[in-house]
């Protein structure tokens, strides 16, 4: 099964995260399909950048996204229906 998740990136204490369309077999920080965005927890507001079309797309084609990953499509959504 295809999920879409994050994978970790950034340095010790300073992390950021790309969301990522992968084999839900492979490591957290392994290969994967695509990059489809990035989050930032660290700035104030968190940023997240994410590419809609691909997500639609991926998820037309049986991708399921982690909770985590619901949890920040929303937050994205609702952000991008205020302005």
């Known amino acids: 099964m295809v999920k879409i998740r994050l994978t970790r990136m950034g340095a010790h204490k300073r992390p ?3 969301i990522i369309v992968a084999d839900s077999r492979a490591r957290r920080d392994g290969p994967f399909i695509e ?3 990035t989050y930032d927890p660290k700035k104030e507001p968190s940023e997240i ?3 809609s079309e ?3 797309y ?3 084609r049986g991708a399921q996204p982690t909770d ?3 949890k920040l499509l929303r937050r994205f959504e609702m ?3 205020r302005t």
Do not use: L, S
Request: glycine share 4%.
């Open 58 to 60: 991926w998820i037309e």
């Open 79 to 81: 952000q991008n229906a």
């Open 35 to 37: 990059i489809m965005g």
């Open 16 to 18: 950021f995260y790309r």
């Open 54 to 56: 691909r997500v639609r």
């Open 49 to 51: 950048k994410v590419n």
């Open 68 to 70: 985590i990953v619901k």
